[in-house]
C-alpha cells in the first residue's frame, strides 16, 4: 500500500465557470485556469500520481500545452488512472478536502464524490469529499482563490 498527497489552487474571477470533482456549480466566479480549473481533481491526480511514485500532474499534463486548454479534467483523471495503472497500481482510497468560501457545497458533495468514484472504478464510499471555508482569512477567505488537499492510497493491482 502506498499513500500520496496533492493540492491545488486557483484564482477565482467573473466570467469562468466553477468546476469543482466534475461538478458544476452555481456561482458567479470560476477558476482561472488553462484547463477547466478544477481544484479538487487537480489535487486528487497529484496525489494519485505521488502515491505511484510518477512525479506531478505538470509533469503529465503541461499547462501550456494547447491539448489541455480548457481540458475536462474528468479526461484527465482517467488518464491519471491509466498512467497509474501501467505502473502495476490501483487507487483503493481519496480522501479530498476542498476550501472555498462561497458557495457551500452541500450536497454537491455526494455528486462530486459519485462523479470520482465512477471515472476511478470504485465506489462512492471509497471517496470522501469534504469542504470547508477558510473562516474569511486570506486569499480564499475573501472568495479570491479556491483551494483542495487530498489524499490517496494505491495498491499493488496484483
Ligand atoms: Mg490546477
Not at 104 to 126: D, F, S, V, Y
Amino acid at each position: 500500500m502506498r499513500v500520496g498527497i496533492g493540492r491545488d489552487i486557483h484564482r477565482l474571477a467573473a466570467g469562468h465557470r466553477l468546476v469543482v470533482g466534475g461538478v458544476t456549480l452555481d456561482s458567479p466566479v470560476g477558476a482561472v485556469a488553462h484547463s477547466d480549473g478544477d481544484v479538487l481533481l487537480h489535487a486528487i491526480i497529484d496525489a494519485m500520481l505521488g502515491a505511484a511514485g510518477l512525479g506531478d500532474i505538470g509533469d503529465h499534463f503541461s499547462d501550456t500545452d494547447p491539448r489541455h486548454k480548457g481540458a475536462n479534467s474528468r479526461g484527465l483523471l482517467r488518464q491519471a488512472a491509466a498512467l497509474i495503472g501501467k505502473q502495476g497500481f490501483r487507487v483503493t482510497q481519496i480522501d479530498a478536502t476542498v476550501m472555498l468560501e462561497r458557495p457551500k457545497l452541500g450536497p454537491a458533495k455526494r455528486t462530486m464524490c459519485e462523479t470520482i468514484a465512477a471515472e476511478l472504478g470504485l465506489a462512492p464510499e471509497q471517496v470522501n469529499v469534504k469542504a470547508k471555508t477558510n473562516e474569511g482569512l486570506g486569499e480564499i477567505g475573501r472568495g479570491e482563490a479556491i483551494g483542495a488537499e487530498a489524499v490517496a492510497i494505491v495498491v499493488e493491482d496484483v
